[in-house]
């Protein structure tokens, strides 16, 4: 079934059982938190835009009806990516116009064209490193919706496709241009459909879910720029936010250090930093130090081992794991994956961020 101009229809209803994962779990990019922090310190105009953003992400968050999955399966190592225009509308699910399909040719809306991009190099990733077959393995269709609200600060995995503000040109910028921010989004969707039941967007189980993301967003944009682990930057966001107000979202090689990330960056390094019951993009910064030392101390590209092990992890991660689990989780897969000496140098991350 095509429509009048021979395109992918938005959806045919899926038959069957739902799909594993945390349906209707809306997982942001940028910390609702941060945007509240920002509103109280901007003038009037941009308050207002900025607290409009932290409100309607942390009721996208909050969207918890368990909504068909609508896929479209397509052969093994075939790419199939549509954009939508959503028209500054902020409907949940999104609704927008079909604007590009898989295969047409460049348009004249950059975030038309970043989404569609940025969507193709992180499938590409997972198809020829991970030998991944889209974000459900099974060859799920990439939906990305741009122009989602009006100057709205924020980009997420709605558990079904990808949504994407423009920002308000003075706090942020279009996300659909950051390569890491793409990934980091659709690897939510590998998240969900490879591991038992999700892991819950809460407490440690949340903050590996946000830790996994940064993770391949990171480890994505290293590939696509062929970096070693010491060439790349390690910091996620960089380039999306308006340069008087911080350089990057969050830096997986030195968490918390307002020099290299934005003023008010709370992420602790270790288990000394933790904060009980705290914001999923916060506690993340554990997580993330633990990867960035295994691949370091692993050497060569981050894709050549740390992420292999991060991958093979996933199917042993329950819903609510913990920090613990994730450790012990990627320990048995480097053993498994590589050998003793592999397993040594993740054991010994995970004991330097005091998991262990």
Same mark, same amino acid.
């Given at each position: 079934m095509t429509s009048p101009r021979g395109k992918v229809p938005r959806r045919a209803q899926h038959k069957g059982p739902l799909p594993p994962g945390p349906h209707g779990c809306i997982c942001s990019i940028v910390p609702p938190r941060m945007l509240r922090y920002l509103a109280d310190k901007a003038q009037v105009a941009g308050r207002e835009t900025?607290? *409009?953003?932290?409100?309607?992400s942390e009721r996208v968050r909050g969207h918890r009806v368990a909504r068909s999955l609508l896929?479209?399966?397509?052969?093994? #190592?075939e790419k199939q990516r549509t954009v939508y225009d959503c028209n500054h509308r902020e409907s949940m699910p999104p609704r927008g116009q079909l604007v590009r399909s898989e295969g047409e040719p460049l348009g004249k809306d950059d975030s038309v064209n970043q989404a569609y991009d940025n969507a193709g190099t992180t499938y590409d990733f997972y198809q020829q490193v991970l030998a991944?077959?889209?974000? *459900?393995g099974r060859g799920?269709?990439? *939906?990305?919706?741009?122009?989602? #609200?009006r100057d709205f600060n924020n980009a997420f995995w709605d558990g079904a496709e990808m949504i994407y503000g423009d920002g308000d040109g003075s706090t942020f910028f279009g996300f659909t241009s950051a390569l890491d921010v793409v990934a980091h989004e659709l690897t939510h969707g590998v998240t969900q459909f490879s591991t038992p039941g999700g892991l819950d967007y809460e407490d440690q189980s949340g903050a590996l879910n946000e830790s996994i993301s940064d993770v391949f967003g990171s480890v994505v944009k290293q590939w696509f720029l062929e970096q070693s682990v010491t060439d790349a930057d390690w910091l996620i966001g960089a380039g999306i936010m308006n340069p008087s107000i911080g350089q990057a979202l969050r830096s997986m090689k030195e968490p918390g250090n307002t020099e290299v990330t934005w003023e008010a960056d709370d992420q602790p390094s270790d288990m000394r930093g933790y904060v009980p019951f705290g914001d999923v993009h916060t506690n993340s910064g554990i997580p993330n130090h633990a990867f960035y030392l295994a691949a370091t101390a692993l050497g060569g590209n981050s894709w050549d081992k740390a992420a292999l092990i991060w991958y093979q992890a996933l199917p042993l991660l329950e819903p609510q794991a913990t920090f613990l689990d994730a450790a012990r989780a990627t320990i048995e897969a480097a053993s498994a994956r590589f050998g003793a000496a592999e397993r040594a140098i993740v054991e010994a991350a995970w004991q330097e961020v005091r998991v262990l």
């Open positions: 900025l607290l *409009d953003s932290a409100f309607m896929l479209a399966t397509n052969a093994t #190592g991944r077959n889209s974000i *459900d799920m269709r990439l *939906d990305s919706f741009v122009h989602f #609200g």
